[in-house]
T-cell receptor, first 114, second 113 residues
Framework: NAGVMQNPRHLVRRRGQEARLRCSPM?????VYWYRQLPEEGLKFMVY????????ESGMPKERFSAEFPKEGPSILRIQQVVRGDSAAYFC????????????FGPGTRLTVL | AQSVTQPDIHITVSEGASLELRCNYS??????LFWYVQSPGQGLQLLLK??????LVQGIKGFEAEFKRSQSSFNLRKPSVHWSDAAEYFC???????????FGSGTQLTVLP
C-alpha cells in the first residue's frame, strides 16, 4: 500500500502566479487534512476535507486559498496570486477516519515564491 | 488560549547519552497527545501517541513518553541516542471539530559523535 503522495515536491512561482498542490491519499482513505509549515515554525492546520466536501476550513486564509477533494482524483490545494509570504512547506495527511490518531503524512510540497 | 509548548528550540546531546524533550499543553481536558519526528526535507513520522490508560507509552525507534496530568506535560524520552535520531521533533494534540492536529513549534535535536 503506497503512502500518501504529494506532487510536486518542489514548486517555484513568481508573485501573482497560481500554485496547485496535489495530494493523493492512501488507498481506502477518504479524509484529507492540509497543513502549512512556515519557516522555523510547526505545522498549522488549514483545511479538512472528505470526498467532495469541505468539512472544516477554519485554518484557511480567507482570500486566494481554496481546496477540493473530488470524487475521483487527488485533493488539490490552490493558491491564487501567490505572494512571498506563501512560501512554506505544505503537507497533507490522509486518514481512513477523522482524527489525529490515524493521520498519515505525505512528504510535503515546498513552495517558493520569487 | 489553548496551546502546545515546546520550550526547547534546540537541544544538543552526545551519541549514547539520554534524551528528554519537553512538551506542555494548555487545555481544559486531557487531549489526545502525539509525538512526531521530521527529518530534513521529509514528512512527519508518528513516534507514539497517548489516548488514555497507562501514562507511559512506548513508541518506535526506542522512544517513550510519559503523560503527567498534574503538570500538563507529555515529555519524550530515549535512554541512549543514536546519530540517526538527529531531526526535528514535534509534539501535537488533537482538538477541534475536525479533530485536526495542533503542533508545537518543534525541537531541533543535534547529536554529537
Amino acid at each position: 500500500n503506497a503512502g500518501v503522495m504529494q506532487n510536486p515536491r518542489h514548486l517555484v512561482r513568481r508573485r501573482g502566479q497560481e500554485a496547485r498542490l496535489r495530494c493523493s491519499p492512501m488507498k481506502g482513505h477518504s479524509h484529507v487534512y492540509w497543513y502549512r509549515q512556515l519557516p522555523e515554525e510547526g505545522l498549522k492546520f488549514m483545511v479538512y476535507l472528505q470526498k467532495e466536501n469541505i468539512i472544516d476550513e477554519s485554518g484557511m486564509p480567507k482570500e486566494r486559498f481554496s481546496a477540493e477533494f473530488p470524487k475521483e482524483g487527488p485533493s488539490i490545494l490552490r493558491i491564487q496570486q501567490v505572494v512571498r509570504g506563501d512560501s512554506a512547506a505544505y503537507f497533507c495527511a490522509s486518514s481512513p477516519l477523522p482524527g489525529g490518531d490515524t493521520q498519515y503524512f505525505g512528504p510535503g510540497t515546498r513552495l517558493t515564491v520569487l | 488560549a489553548q496551546s502546545v509548548t515546546q520550550p526547547d528550540i534546540h537541544i544538543t546531546v552526545s551519541e549514547g547519552a539520554s534524551l528528554e524533550l519537553r512538551c506542555n499543553y494548555s487545555y481544559g481536558a486531557t487531549p489526545y497527545l502525539f509525538w512526531y519526528v521530521q527529518s530534513p526535507g521529509q514528512g512527519l513520522q508518528l513516534l507514539l501517541k497517548y489516548f488514555s490508560g497507562d501514562t507511559l507509552v512506548q513508541g518506535i525507534k526506542g522512544f517513550e513518553a510519559e503523560f503527567k496530568r498534574s503538570q500538563s506535560s507529555f515529555n519524550l524520552r530515549k535512554p541512549s541516542v543514536h546519530w540517526s535520531d538527529a531531526a526535528e521533533y514535534f509534539c501535537a494534540v488533537e482538538l477541534g471539530t475536525a479533530r485536526q492536529l495542533t503542533f508545537g513549534s518543534g525541537t531541533q535535536l543535534t547529536v554529537l559523535p
